[in-house]
Every structure is written in structure tokens, then in C-alpha cells.
């Protein structure tokens, strides 16, 4: 004889596996700690000024037409 299962009771223990699984993969990608965000952030500062220092011209700023010109 076959086993009685409630289906609600199996549907909502899917569901619950379900966010288990997608909540675990949300922890390893967006998952990192303060002090690695604020690394991740002075090394992209440091990069950022570093490549403007050595610029050898100004950077090109287009024409806007909402400016008066001069």
C-alpha cells in the first residue's frame, strides 16, 4: 500500500527548499563582508586616481545644448 502524503504539507516543504537554495546563492554571490566592501572601494579610488593622474589630456566634454554659449 502506498504512503498518505499531504500535499500541502510537500508543496510548502518544496517552497521552503526552494528559497533555502536561492537564499544560500544570494549569500555566496552578494555575500562579503563590511571590511571587504570598503577594501573593494579605496582599491577602486586608488585606481580611479591613479589612471586620472596620468592622463595626458583633459578629458572631452561634449557640447550641451541646454548652455549658453559664450
Given at each position: 500500500m502506498a504512503e498518505i502524503i499531504n500535499l500541502r504539507r510537500a508543496r510548502k516543504a518544496r517552497q521552503r527548499a526552494e528559497a533555502e537554495r536561492t537564499a544560500a546563492e544570494n549569500r555566496a554571490r552578494f555575500g562579503r563582508t563590511k571590511a571587504e566592501r570598503h577594501a573593494a572601494e579605496r582599491d577602486t579610488a586608488r585606481m580611479t586616481a591613479?589612471?586620472?593622474g596620468a592622463r595626458r589630456e583633459?578629458?572631452?566634454i561634449p557640447d550641451d545644448p541646454a548652455?549658453?554659449?559664450n
Open positions: 591613479r589612471l586620472d583633459a578629458p572631452d548652455l549658453p554659449e
